[in-house]
Structures are given as C-alpha cells and as structure tokens.
C-alpha cells in the first residue's frame, strides 16, 4: 500500500519549534517532490514548502520563508519541516504530499491523513 504517513506535530507556545516528518511507505520518494501544504479551520489550503526530487531549488510559501526549512533524508524516505519561531497563525493541520521531480501547486498524486499544530500559550 502506497502511503505518506506525517508525524511531529502538536501543541508548542508562540516562539517554539516543531519539526514534522512524512515517511512514505510502499514506495521512495527518491523520485518524487514533495510538499507541505496546512489548513487552518475556515480557511482554504495554503501551500507551505516543497522541495524537488533532486538538487534544486527548495520553496517556500510567504509565511515559511526565514522561520521554516524543508529537507530531505532519502535514507530514511522521509522529508522534515523543520518550523522555528512558530505563531499563532500557524496553527493548522499540516498535509505533505508527493508528486514526479518537480515542485508545482497542483497536481500531487499521494498525501498524507494531516498532523495537527497548535500554537498557544
């Protein structure tokens, strides 16, 4: 069974840090792109990070950039979002998703169930 199993989330105070995993099972996600995408509640799927299947370049949604890191561990078949200085606004459920190669906004042929993240004091 081909599927994206995401982990590391939950509840950290504003200024905190969490780092999400997405392990694949069924299949490497050598060749694949993969995203982070979130959704807070009442609002529309926001697109967080990717990074391509090869060396290139890595990308970062507005609210990730200079606080958020995506990287990729293809021994293990997992890629992280590291996420540092966390928000309030950044509570969401966190989705990763895999496609061919290349990042892009759509078109994403696997994803996983969501990881809840919940920043409060």
């Known amino acids: 069974q081909l599927q994206l199993v995401e982990s590391g989330g939950g509840l950290v105070q504003p200024g905190g840090s969490l780092r999400l995993s997405c392990t694949a099972s069924?299949?490497?996600?050598?060749?694949?792109?993969i995203a982070w995408f979130r959704q807070a509640p009442g609002k529309e799927r926001e697109g967080v990070s990717c990074?391509?299947?090869?060396?290139?370049?890595?990308y970062y949604g507005d609210a990730a950039k200079g606080r958020f890191t995506i990287f990729r561990d293809n021994a293990k078949n997992t890629v992280y979002l590291q996420m540092n200085t966390l928000k309030p606004e950044d509570t969401a459920v966190y989705y990763c998703?895999?496609?061919?190669?290349?990042?892009?906004?759509?078109?994403?042929?696997?994803w996983g169930q969501g990881t809840q993240v919940t920043v409060s004091s």
């Open positions: 990074i391509p299947s090869s060396d290139g370049t890595t």
């Open positions: 069924g299949f490497t996600l050598d060749y694949y792109a």
């Open positions: 998703a895999a496609r061919s190669r290349v990042c892009a906004p759509y078109e994403y042929d696997y």
